[in-house]
């Protein structure tokens, strides 16, 4: 014992001097980690592993090295832009541009400046890999570097030959890295060299541009009366006319082979329409108002091809703009023209369709600006009296009364008399911009009045196919869906309308720049910044969480729910349950698109917690109710339940009440909490049987066995009478007239319970009858204690005994 105590205190002796080195170099800041390398027996296998990996180096760096196809790229965007600056120069002083010449050479510098940023960031891409290629290798070559230092210092000598091998394979990787990387880097500052070019024509235009919207209010030229201005009409004025229509007509082979496909598109679009209005016009259901797209069916396709597919278009060039706008603008003027009864509303606008495409035409070529200012007062002078002699016509003939129409020929008149004035007196951008947009806004409404006349006839139409008559959930919905539709369809047309309308009056250079700005804008609250896409989005969010929780609730009712037999309560409290949840996932990410978190709601939702407990009780209390009838499901949709001394079925469960429709067809509503915490007497919950009791009296003196005899053939003979349970002939007593007696039956359905009950009481009544057994009333005996003298001389001499007492026994209630 003595021996052991001796080794434990050694042992503790020796332990102590360790523990306590331990502790002070816990305390002590740790050195920093060393890389730990490999030993000798690993560098064969590592220089093995070492060559593959150089030889998938080589192969990605030859498949980078490929820089060919970036170099003719670079060569065609070089030359596109040398023709661009080629085009400028050729057009002249940018300030003598129309606003339509400005935006079409600036749609043709934004699209190159796409393709040289999609060009830049391909080589950026390459580059960025080349580079990690570097790194890559360059850590690869401090590891061996580092392993052999390592190698060198310890007993081990390493064999130089692999440390050698190892070190060349990795600068060769290296230096074609470098090699590789060179001629990107030159092609990159080439691409950079071009955007910069065509970055600074662009500030000019957009300089011009602004400019022109500056000057709509300013004198830009020589009035009409000046001499100046005639002296402008010479040689070389009609030589500018002939450059710009040579200029125009530029780029029709290039554009036909790049965009080509959209026309063709568009015209077996409008050849598909046409012929299938041929072939099934006739057929179809047809209202009057429809029959001019029967009358009219090519230049229907025509026009649905055009307004639908021209956005596919990329900066197409004024040739093709006029051929597009004049397929778009003669088609509607024919499909308008064939809605009207007016034949000056049928003159109007066809002329405006006219005056549309030679406007337009004026401004593709570029018409020198004293030709224009001629035409466009020329327009004026011709169209001033010719507009109110329309007026004037059309209110004699509506017997002196002026509408829509009469207004809008006067507010023609003075528009062009107004631009006039402004054209005399020199201020050319507001005299054109009046009735170049006055022009382009009015077809701008009647493009989209007939887009969405047709689109809501095509949406009727499709609606009306048996196809989809034939789909049970469509035949059902199939009137909301189309309503909501239509509403898309107008809101979507009405908004491009506005926001193109923007863009003709030169609040803005297109539609797409009008929306982008207007996305834009926005508002304030607090320390929160909202814009108006974040809300919109947002509106959208919760507008389509709402739509796919009705979608979806109406594919559970119509389709699955029926077709899986589940019980009609479990579905509806399934499709609430979902609703619940798109509804609280669409708000969820409506927040979150407003930049929102949930945090910001912790004070808003405690003040909501002191006034639910204030004043929201009973919501609240009726709401919780409504989830735990949804979960537990005491009641559900359908069941048949009493209230009070009201019996009725079941027809909705909502948020705060449920409503029940009694057997009159009245609707009750009963607050949640009610069918919760109050007695509620359900006769559906796990099962539609229910008993029905008839209750019956015979007179005393019947034969018992007889009338349990009938009662059991009643039961019996009825059809909804259920076997099992079997039915029940029951003697109660003895009442005070009668013989007591209870049928009771057990029916599958409970709606049934009244009128078999019916049923059984009549058969019971027929069959008494025929076994001739007596159904008594009640009997009373009634004591007169005190009458006047004069009643009873006025009655007569007092009956006989026997008389008086079958007088008794003959007395009724009441009489």
């Not at 003979?717 to 049928?743: C, N």
């Amino acid at each position: 014992m003595q021996r052991l105590f001796v080794l434990c205190l050694v042992l503790l002796a020796l332990a102590a001097p360790a523990a306590l080195a331990q502790q002070n170099e816990t305390a002590q800041p740790a050195p920093s980690a060393e890389v730990s390398f490999p030993g000798v027996a690993e560098i064969v296998p590592r220089l093995a592993q070492l060559g593959e990996s150089v030889l998938q180096a080589d192969s990605r760096i030859a498949s980078l090295q490929e820089n060919a196809g970036f170099e003719g790229q670079i060569a065609a965007a070089q030359e596109k832009q040398q023709e661009l600056k080629k085009k400028i120069t050729e057009y002249g002083e940018m300030s003598t541009w129309s606003s339509d010449r400005l935006l079409e050479v600036r749609g043709r510098l934004l699209e190159h400046r796409a393709t040289l940023r999609k060009l830049l960031d391909t080589l950026s891409s390459r580059l960025a890999e080349l580079e990690a290629l570097r790194k890559d290798w360059s850590s690869r070559k401090e590891f061996w570097e580092g392993w052999h230092e390592a190698l060198k210092g310890s007993s081990m000598q390493p064999p130089k030959d692999s440390f050698r091998q190892a070190r060349g394979m990795i600068e060769e990787i290296l230096a074609s890295t470098a090699k590789t990387s060179t001629p990107f880097v030159t092609l990159q500052q080439e691409v950079t060299t071009l955007q910069t070019g065509s970055a600074e024509i662009l500030n000019q235009l957009e300089t011009t541009l602004s400019s022109q919207r500056k000057e709509l209010f300013k004198k830009t030229a020589r009035s009409l009366a000046s001499p100046d201005y005639y002296r402008q009409f010479n040689a070389e004025l009609f030589e500018q006319v002939t450059q710009g229509i040579s200029s125009a007509q530029g780029r029709g082979v290039e554009f036909l082979q790049e965009q080509g496909w959209i026309l063709g598109l568009q015209l077996l679009l409008a050849a598909g329409l046409g012929v299938f209005i041929i072939r099934h016009g006739q057929r179809a259901q047809v209202t009057q108002e429809w029959q001019f797209i029967l009358r009219h069916p090519f230049a229907t396709g025509v026009f649905v091809a055009i307004s639908s597919l021209s956005f596919l278009y990329t900066t197409p060039p004024g040739l093709w703009r006029l051929l597009l706008w004049s397929l778009a603008a003669f088609p509607a003027a024919v499909l308008i023209s064939g809605l009207l009864r007016n034949p000056r509303k049928i003159f109007m606008v066809n002329l405006l369709a006219a005056l549309l495409i030679l406007s337009l035409a004026l401004q593709i070529i570029s018409l020198p600006q004293p030709l224009y200012r001629l035409y466009l007062a020329m327009l004026s002078l011709l169209g001033i009296p010719l507009l109110l002699i329309l007026a004037g016509g059309d209110r004699r003939a509506k017997q002196g009364r002026s509408d829509g129409f009469t207004m809008t020929l006067r507010g023609g008149a003075a528009i062009l008399a107004v631009s006039f004035v402004s054209q005399a007196a020199g201020y050319t951008n507001l005299a054109s911009r009046l009735i170049e947009a006055s022009v382009q806004t009015v077809f701008l409404g009647l493009f989209a009045a007939m887009a969405i006349r047709l689109g809501l006839g095509g949406i009727e139409f499709f609606w009306r196919q048996d196809f989809i008559k034939a789909i049970p959930f469509l035949h059902r919905f199939g009137h909301e869906l189309e309503k909501r539709l239509k509403g898309v369809l107008k809101i979507l047309v009405i908004g491009y309308a506005l926001l193109q309308t923007l863009a003709v009056w030169g609040f803005y250079d297109t539609a797409a720049q009008a929306w982008s700005n207007l996305l834009e804008m926005g508002f304030s609250v607090g320390e929160n910044n909202f814009s108006i896409q974040m809300v919109l989005l947002a509106a959208i969010a919760l507008y389509l969480s709402l739509v796919v929780s009705k979608l979806l609730s109406a594919v559970l009712e119509s389709e699955f729910i029926p077709r899986t037999g589940m019980d009609r309560g479990i579905g509806d409290s399934i499709r609430k349950l979902l609703h619940y949840v798109l509804v609280t996932i669409g708000f969820l990410i409506a927040i979150g698109i407003m930049g929102m978190e949930l945090k910001n709601f912790a004070v808003l939702a405690g003040a909501f917690g002191i006034g639910i407990g204030f004043g929201l009780q009973n919501i609240v209390n009726n709401f919780v109710s409504g989830l735990i009838l949804l979960f537990e499901r005491p009641v559900k949709v359908g069941d048949t339940v009493v209230l009070g001394t009201d019996w009725g079925t079941v027809q909705k469960i909502g948020l705060r009440s449920t409503i029940v429709e009694t057997f009159d067809r009245s609707e009750i509503i009963v607050p949640n909490s009610q069918l919760i915490s109050d007695k509620v007497t359900n006769w559906t919950l796990t099962s539609t049987m229910a008993r029905a009791i008839v209750p019956v009296g015979v007179a005393y003196g019947t034969d018992l066995d007889r009338v349990m005899e009938i009662l059991k053939e009643a039961a019996a003979q009825h059809p909804e009478v259920l076997k099992d349970p079997e039915p029940a002939a029951i003697f109660m007593g003895f009442g005070e007239s009668s013989l007591d007696f209870e049928l009771r039956v057990w029916l599958a359905d409970v709606g049934r319970r009244l009128g078999v009950r019916s049923d059984l009481g009549r058969y019971i009544e027929k069959r008494f009858r025929e076994a001739g057994i007596e159904i008594p009333f009640p009997q009373r005996d009634l004591h007169l204690r005190s009458v006047e003298q004069g009643i009873l001389e006025r009655q007569g001499p007092p009956l006989p005994r026997e008389a008086a007492g079958a007088a008794d026994h003959q007395a009724q209630p009441g009489a």
